[in-house]
C-alpha cells in the first residue's frame, strides 16, 4: 500500500539509509556442520557464502583450521569489506592470522579486515583462527523505485535479547517503524538510524519513504521463547578403561558453557579434554545465561593392572566343534568362543563367510586384547569388527588384532578365514567354576572327591568347598557323602 504523505511530513525527513548493507554471521546463530577443524565445513546468510576446507563452523567460536583457505562468496552484490572479530590477537594463539590480497591485520589487535570490491575471494590461515564474529558489508545493487524494508532477521522465535536491524533497497530512502499493525491504531513511528532490540513477544511494522512516496507496510512478529539448555555430552559415555581415558563433553544448545565437577558440588568451566586416569565420577552441566541445564555425570572404571592370557589352540581346545562345517562353541578359563559357521581341524579353526557367519568372544571380566595367529592365505583381514561392538582391528597378514574394553566382542566373516591359535586377554582373573561334587578341585568327578569328603567329615583336617554340600541343607556331613558316592556310582544325586 503507497500513500502520499505532506511536504512538511517530508521535511522532517534528514536522514538517509545507506546503500550498503551487513551481513553478520554469529556463532551459534548462523552455524555450519562440523565440531572440529578437520574437514569441510560451509554456512550461508542472507545471500553470503563461507567455505573453509578445514573448518569448525557449528562450534561456540567458528574455527578455521591453520594450513586451511577459505572462499567467501555474495550473490547479492559485491563484498566491499570483511571484519573479524577473533578470540586472540594477531601473532598470538587464536588470532586473526589470515593473509591473502586486500587482507589487513595489525599486531596486539584481535579484528582482521578484508577490503576490496568483489563477489568473491579467498583468504588463507596461517594458524587456527577462532572467531566470534564476522561482519560482511555488501555494496547493493541501486534500487531507483520504492520499496519496502527488510527486518534483519526477518521475525520468528527468539530467547533472551535479540538485535533488530532494517534495511531498505532504494537507495536514498528512509526507514520508519512503528510497533503494532497498520490495520490496528498505532501512533509513534519512529526513524529508523540505529539497530534496537526486543525482550518481548511483539510485532512490528516498518515503510520506506522518499520524496513523497511511501513504501507498503512490511509487519512482522518476534516471539519469544523459553530458554532450554541441553545438557552435556559425554565421549566417550560411561565405561571401563586400561590406562588412560581422556573424556570431552560437547553441548549441542548454542553458545552454552559447560561446566564440570569432579564432587558434585565444586565446579569449573571446561576448556578442554579432562584426562581419566583412576575411578572417577564427572558430573556437568551447561549454562546459557542465568539458565542451566539438567546435571548429568558419567562413572569410568579403571581394569586391574593383572591381565590373563587365555589361548586357544586348535591342537587341544575343540569345545564341541568337529571337521563337519557347523556352529561350535568352546569355553575355556572363562571365555566363551562361539563361531556360527565354521570346523575345528587337526591344527587350526576355520572360519566360514555366509549368511549365518560370525565369531563372538564373551567373558565376565572385561576383554581387553584378542589376537589370531592366522593361516596363511586365509588371514585375519577377512574378518571386521561387528556393528554395534567397539574397539579397533588391525591386521598385519596374516595376523590381526582387537583392543578395545568390551564384556562381548563380535566379528562378520567377509571370507574364510583360519587361526591355529586365538589369544584373549582378560583384565583380571576370573573366577573358576566347579560343578556340584568336585570337591578337590580338578573340574572331574570321581572317586578322588569321596575320599577328600570323608576324610573331611571324620577329621575335619582339611577345606572343604561348597561343592561338597551335595544335598544343599548348608552342612557338610555323611549324608553327602552318601549322595556323592551316588552320584559318582549312577551320575545323579538323590534326593
Not at 218 to 231: A, D, N, Q, W
Amino acid at each position: 500500500m503507497k500513500k502520499v504523505i505532506s511536504l512538511l511530513f517530508v521535511a522532517m525527513l534528514a536522514m538517509s539509509a545507506w546503500a550498503d548493507v551487513t551481513v553478520t554471521f554469529i556463532p551459534g546463530t548462523t552455524v555450519g556442520n562440523n565440531m572440529s577443524a578437520n574437514a569441510f565445513d560451509e554456512m550461508s546468510l542472507d545471500g553470503v557464502t563461507i567455505t573453509c576446507t578445514s573448518g569448525a563452523f557449528a562450534q561456540t567460536q567458528y574455527r578455521f583450521g591453520g594450513g586451511s583457505t577459505s572462499t567467501f562468496t555474495s550473490t547479492v552484490g559485491n563484498i566491499k569489506k570483511v571484519e573479524f572479530t577473533c578470540l586472540g590477537s594477531f601473532g598470538q594463539t587464536y588470532g586473526p592470522d589470515f593473509y591473502g590480497d586486500g587482507y589487513t591485520a595489525h599486531s596486539g589487535s584481535n579484528i582482521g579486515v578484508w577490503q576490496g570490491d568483489t563477489t568473491s575471494f579467498v583468504l588463507k590461515a596461517a594458524s587456527q583462527v577462532r572467531v566470534t564474529k564476522i561482519v560482511v558489508t555488501i555494496a547493493e545493487d541501486v534500487v531507483t523505485e520504492l520499496v519496502a524494508p527488510e527486518f534483519h532477521p526477518n521475525g520468528g522465535e527468539f530467547t533472551g535479547s535479540l538485535e533488530v536491524t532494517l534495511t531498505c533497497a532504494t537507495e536514498n530512502a528512509q526507514i520508519y517503524y512503528f510497533e503494532g499493525t497498520p490495520e490496528g491504531e498505532w501512533t509513534g513511528q519512529t526513524f529508523y538510524n540505529a539497530p534496537f532490540y526486543v525482550t518481548e513477544t511483539k510485532t512490528y511494522t516498518a515503510y520506506s519513504v522518499k520524496g513523497d512516496e511511501m513504501s507498503e507496510f512490511l509487519t512482522v512478529t518476534f516471539t519469544k521463547v523459553e530458554l532450554t539448555v541441553e545438557p552435556p555430552v559425554f565421549t566417550p559415555a560411561s565405561c571401563s578403561f586400561a590406562d588412560r581415558l581422556d573424556v570431552t563433553l560437547a553441548c549441542a544448545t548454542p553458545n552454552a558453557r559447560i561446566y564440570y565437577s569432579l564432587d558434585n558440588e565444586l565446579w569449573s568451566e571446561y576448556s578442554g579434554a579432562i584426562p581419566v586416569t583412576d575411578d572417577l565420577t564427572i558430573w556437568a552441566k551447561a549454562v546459557v545465561g542465568d539458565v542451566e541445564s539438567e546435571v548429568v555425570s558419567a562413572t569410568y572404571t579403571k581394569l586391574p593392572a593383572t591381565t590373563v592370557d587365555v589361548v586357544f589352540d586348535a591342537t587341544v581346545d575343540k569345545g564341541d566343534g568337529t571337521t563337519t562345517r557347523s556352529h561350535f562353541t568352546i569355553v575355556k578359563d572363562g571365555v566363551t568362543l562361539y563361531c556360527g559357521d565354521g570346523t575345528v581341524y587337526p591344527d587350526q579353526y576355520r572360519i566360514y563367510a555366509s549368511d549365518s557367519a560370525c565369531l563372538t568372544f564373551t567373558a565376565a571380566v572385561p576383554i581387553v586384547k584378542i589376537e589370531f595367529e592366522g593361516v596363511s592365505g586365509y588371514p585375519a583381514s577377512n574378518l571386521k569388527i561387528a556393528e554395534g561392538y567397539d574397539g579397533t582391528f588391525t591386521t598385519s597378514n596374516p595376523d590381526g588384532v582387537w583392543e578395545g574394553v568390551a564384556n562381548e566382542v563380535s566379528f562378520d566373516i567377509t571370507k574364510q578365514a583360519r587361526f591355529y591359535t586365538i589369544t584373549v586377554t582378560l583384565a583380571g582373573e576370573v573366577e573358576p567354576e566347579f560343578p556340584i561334587g568336585d570337591v578337590n578341585h580338578d573340574t572331574y568327578v570321581n572317586i578322588t572327591d569321596v575320599t577328600a569328603l570323608i576324610d573331611y567329615v571324620l577329621s575335619g583336617s582339611v577345606d572343604i568347598p561348597a561343592e561338597g554340600n551335595l544335598n544343599g541343607d548348608e552342612a557338610i556331613n555323611i549324608a553327602d557323602v552318601t549322595a556323592l558316592i551316588d552320584y559318582v556310582l549312577s551320575g545323579t544325586i538323590g534326593e
